[in-house]
């Protein structure tokens, strides 16, 4: 779910009126496609070629690139959907939709070039259809069922899981069947590694949003007599299409704090079942990855008795930077011969 505390839903701003500069329009973009996600996205399916190639050809880039491409453009086309409900949390109101900085069409326009470049990429670049089609399937995951979900349940969480390890598969399917070299089992162990990222970085955000806001609560009041926060930090009232969903239904703070443990050492455990089969060739990088794993969920221990302040945001930054360490060695010890000469 989005956002942290409610707003009455009226639009905090009217048409932006002055010219842009670069940067504006820079920010625009980087903010409707998402970039940090949507670079995580394209990694992701770099590694799933590697894994089935060993090799950094123009496949390579070609899985990248493609991939980026439809997920930016889903990621626009996630933000014009959620344009109505973004503008009733505190965080969320400042997005250029709910604020117009920028026109509904000219966004639908940019999302059906990223999408239809992306799957142009997907379709036509290799000899099988496999990359076009999982690709098609993601975007169905993503904009046909998490992001009209998200605000009817707090499983919505699940279509968004299964979106997000698709991407290795893609990737995966860009390389030939008769060239690729790589194994199914390390495939699979891959996809696992990015759903079960995704399930404590969402838990670990909402926490750390949770508590941002209940702080600022304290010192503001709004025009609703009686107020409850969700457990994703946002604060609820029926609207038109009726209440949001809230994790603290199912979970006190403490608990959500339990469950982001939970998760992170499901995530630890995958990383080191894909190292335990061989999934990295250099010995050394394999055992300081496994110390990686093991040490993430000791490290978010740490952080929950510092203040549950601390286990979310900061935990949200040590879970991302855990999955860009192991993706971008597993890169370079699979597609570059002799990067790591230590074995």
Known sequence: MNGWQMTDGSPVSSMNTQPFVLTDHL?????????????????SAVFGQ??????????TLAAGGGVWLLAAGAAVLNNIQDR????????????????????????????????????????????????????????????????PLKKKSCLAIWPGV?????????????????????????????????GLWQVPHFLALRAGT???????????RTHMACRRFMGDGSCFRPEPSGIFPCLAKWWTSTELQVQVLIWVSL?????????????????????????????????????????????GTAGVAVINLSLFVFMVLGILDRAVTGFFPFQ
């Open 162 to 194: 299964a979106c997000g390890m698709l991407p290795p598969a893609i990737g995966w399917g860009m390389v030939p069947f008769s060239a690729a070299t790589g194994t199914g089992q390390d495939l699979v162990l891959v996809m696992v590694v990015l």
């Open 210 to 220: 949770a508590i941002r806001d209940t702080r600022e609560s304290r010192n503001t």
């Open 50 to 59: 590697v894994i089935a190639s060993a090799l950094f050809t123009g496949d």
């Open 267 to 311: 995530y630890s455990l995958a990383m080191l079942l894909f190292l335990i089969h061989g999934g990295i060739a250099s010995t050394t990088v394999s055992m300081g990855l496994g110390v990686m794993a093991v040490a993430l969920p000791a490290g978010m221990v740490w952080l929950q008795l510092q203040g549950r302040g601390r286990a």
């Open 27 to 43: 920010r625009i973009f980087s903010e409707l496609t998402k970039l940090y996600l949507t670079f995580f996205i394209a990694l």
């Open 84 to 147: 109505d409900h973004d503008r009733w949390f505190v965080r969320t109101q400042h997005r250029c939709l709910p604020q117009k900085k920028i026109l509904v069409s000219r966004a639908a326009f940019m999302a059906l070039v990223l999408i239809s470049a992306g799957l142009v990429v997907l379709f036509g670049y290799p000899a099988t259809p496999v990359p076009g089609l999982l690709g098609l399937l993601a975007l169905g995951c993503y904009n046909g069922l998490y992001t």
